[in-house]
């Protein structure tokens, strides 16, 4: 372990508590990459810069064509990404579940059709708290659908949103939350792109609640590592820090 990173978890490690995050859905991702193309057809490439114009049009022709349909939930996800008024943001998320489930009758065997219409459900619930748990079984039903048909779509995306789905849900007999079947998810999200470092953050949290705490700081070690300082990676970065400072209970040892 390089001297500077060690110091850094030292230092935040005396600093350090117990308390856990508060639940959240998945983030809206970044960067587009060309692994997160739909299957059949191909041809979509998720959160890829667009306007709502194009919105709009690819909206009003996904009475035919699921493509597009598609296209248009994507694009929803990025509107909702850029900010703005919260009204918006949930009648955009709404908008993009319901096309995301047209894509969903319409090619049943896209797997990124039902990991759009997951997504799309937990920002509409992110933005609409009080619906929140009547929303998580939808989530997870898609979220199964895709890591079955398409398990690499978002870099192990729908793995991910599982494990955080189980992580930060009430647990029987008020929902699905399951620490266990958190930890199942997010490993094999990691086992899917372990260089995708949200994937690695989800697992060390869901390690930190089953009280892995030596394991779990490993794997904040290894984010922070990977970690160069460019500006599109504050936020995970951050968020590493947080999970340093708060619950690592002791440096690891290597």
Not at 114 to 123: D, I, P, R
Not at 212 to 239: F, G
Request: with cysteine; aromatic share 6%.
């Amino acid at each position: 372990m390089p001297v500077a990173l060690r110091r850094l978890i030292v230092a935040v490690l005396l600093l350090g508590g117990c308390a856990y995050a508060p639940p959240r859905v998945p983030s809206v991702p970044g960067k587009a990459t060309a692994e997160d193309a739909a299957l059949p057809g191909g041809g979509i490439v998720l959160w890829a810069p667009c306007s709502r114009e194009q919105a709009d049009r690819w909206g009003a022709a996904s009475e035919s064509d699921g493509m597009a349909a598609l296209k248009a939930a994507s694009c929803f996800v990025v509107l909702i990404g850029e900010g703005g008024e919260k009204e918006v943001q949930l009648a955009d998320a709404r908008r993009g579940r319901k096309l995301a489930e047209r894509a969903v009758a319409m090619i049943p065997e896209s797997g990124l059709a039902h990991y759009l219409a997951a997504y799309l459900t937990g920002l509409e619930a992110e933005r609409d708290p009080l619906r929140g748990l009547d929303f998580v079984p939808v989530i997870e039903r898609e979220a199964k659908l895709a890591a079955e048909l398409a398990p690499g779509v978002d870099h192990g995306g729908p793995d991910r949103m599982l494990g955080e789905l189980y992580l930060r849900a009430p647990g029987f007999p008020m929902s699905v939350g399951d620490p266990g079947k958190a930890l199942y998810h997010y490993r094999r999200s990691v086992d899917l792109a372990p260089g995708y470092l949200e994937n690695r953050l989800g697992l060390a949290e869901a390690l930190f609640r089953d009280e892995q705490n030596a394991i779990a700081c490993d794997e904040l070690t290894k984010v922070l590592s990977a970690m160069p300082p460019e500006e599109d990676l504050r936020a995970t970065w951050r968020k590493a820090i947080s999970l340093l400072e708060r619950l690592c209970p002791a440096p690891v040892e290597k």
